[in-house]
């Protein structure tokens, strides 16, 4: 098997998450519940708009993190299988399940990518990992896209799906 997961998986789905929402919350909490404690520009307490968009803000944050950081697998790959854990727990799942490949440009920076399968699974019917850092290329397909599709072909003898323009 080898790992076609970014090394960075384990840092944006255990260590980035507790620390962003954690300090958003804290921060935020301090905003309403002690007030006195923040100063405005003027030297008075925070503006309300302030406090109000701070906590619009840790909110969406929470959610982004949660579909973009919290949700990410890590994957190996060989010829006929793919071994996804969650690191509290890992599943094979053989090629001939993936149903479709697909790679999420619109919030994720780097790219995540989206596997879909025939059957459930543990893990549900799809699964999220976010592949190997490129460098360059942002807006190209990552090859372990093609990668993966190609090794169902071979595996199955059918294309999996996979056009999708998120």
């Known amino acids: 098997m080898r790992t076609i997961s970014s090394a960075e998986t384990l840092y944006l789905k255990f260590i980035f998450p507790p620390f962003w929402i954690g300090g958003f919350t804290v921060f935020t909490l301090s905003l309403f519940l002690s007030p006195g404690s923040w100063q405005g520009a003027d030297g008075g307490p925070p503006d309300p708009v302030f406090k109000w968009s701070f906590l619009l803000a840790t909110i969406v944050g929470a959610v982004l993190i949660q579909r973009t950081c919290i949700r990410l697998k890590r994957v ?89 323009n998120p």
């Open 76 to 164: 190996r790959m060989d010829d006929t299988a793919l071994e996804i854990s969650s690191y509290a727990s890992e599943i094979v799942v053989p090629l001939a399940e993936v149903a479709a490949v697909f790679q999420n440009h619109w919030l994720d920076r780097p790219s995540s990518v989206t596997l879909v399968f025939r059957l459930e699974t543990p893990f549900g019917y799809e699964i999220v990992f976010m592949p190997k850092i490129r460098w360059f290329n942002f807006w190209t397909p990552h090859p372990v896209v093609e990668e993966i599709r190609a090794a169902v072909s071979r595996s199955t003898g059918r294309a999996p799906g996979g056009v999708r």
